[in-house]
C-alpha cells in the first residue's frame, strides 16, 4: 500500500483484503477515505459517523443511525474494520440479500433489541419511505409467516429474498454510499 496507508499493518491489510474480497487499491482508497474523515483518530465516533448520512432522507432519523452505528462499531468506535464493512454494505445493494447485511437492517428494525420485529416497529421502519398504511400492513403479513404478530429474523429474510425491490428500498435508506 503507498504512503497515505503507511499506519495499516501489513496483517491489517491482507486480513481486510481477504475478507473482503478487496484489491490493493480499493483497500488504499477506503482507507485513504476513513482517514481524512477519522482525522487523527484511529476511529469514527457516533458525530463522525452521522455526517455519513449528510443529505440523505435518512439525516435525521438518529435512532436509527445508531442502530446501524452499534451493528458496525467496537466499544462505541468505528474502525477502520468497521468502515470497511459499512463501504461492503453500502456497494451493491441490488446483488441479494446477503447475511451481513439482513442483520444490520434487522437490528435498525428492532428498536427495542428484542430479538423480533413488531409490526409497529416494521411499520414505523418503512413509513420512511412506503406512504400508505395498507401496503405497510399488507408487507408486515407476508413477512409474518407464523402469524405470531412478531417478525423473526429467518422470516425477515426470506420476505427480503422474496421482495427484492423492498429489500433495495431498505437498503438504499439505511447504508449511506460512503465513497
Do not use: W
Not at 473482503?20 to 459517523?49: I, M
Not at 452521522?50 to 452505528?69: I, K, P, T
Not at 407464523?146 to 422474496?162: P, Q, V
Amino acid at each position: 500500500m503507498g504512503k497515505s496507508s503507511s499506519k495499516l499493518s501489513s496483517k491489517e491489510s491482507r486480513f481486510l483484503m481477504e475478507v473482503y474480497s478487496l484489491t490493493d487499491e480499493q483497500l488504499d482508497e477506503v482507507y485513504r477515505d476513513f482517514r481524512a474523515r477519522a482525522g487523527k483518530k484511529n476511529y469514527l465516533d457516533f458525530e463522525d459517523f452521522r455526517a455519513l448520512y449528510s443529505g440523505s432522507r435518512f439525516e435525521h432519523d438518529v435512532s436509527d443511525q445508531l442502530a446501524v452505528f452499534r451493528a458496525l462499531a467496537d466499544s462505541e468506535r468505528l474502525t477502520l474494520a468497521g468502515y470497511v464493512r459499512l463501504c461492503q454494505l453500502s456497494q451493491s445493494a441490488g446483488s441479494g440479500p446477503d447475511p451481513e447485511r439482513l442483520r444490520v437492517l434487522f437490528s435498525v428494525m428492532d428498536e427495542d433489541q428484542s430479538g423480533t420485529i413488531s409490526e409497529d416497529e416494521f411499520c414505523r421502519f418503512l413509513a420512511n419511505f412506503v406512504d400508505d398504511e395498507t401496503t405497510m400492513q399488507n408487507f408486515f403479513a407476508r413477512a409474518d409467516e407464523d402469524k405470531s404478530k412478531l417478525i423473526y429474523f429467518h422470516e425477515f429474510a426470506n420476505f427480503c429474498r422474496k421482495h427484492r425491490r423492498a429489500f433495495r428500498l431498505m437498503c438504499a435508506y439505511v447504508f449511506p454510499q460512503v465513497r
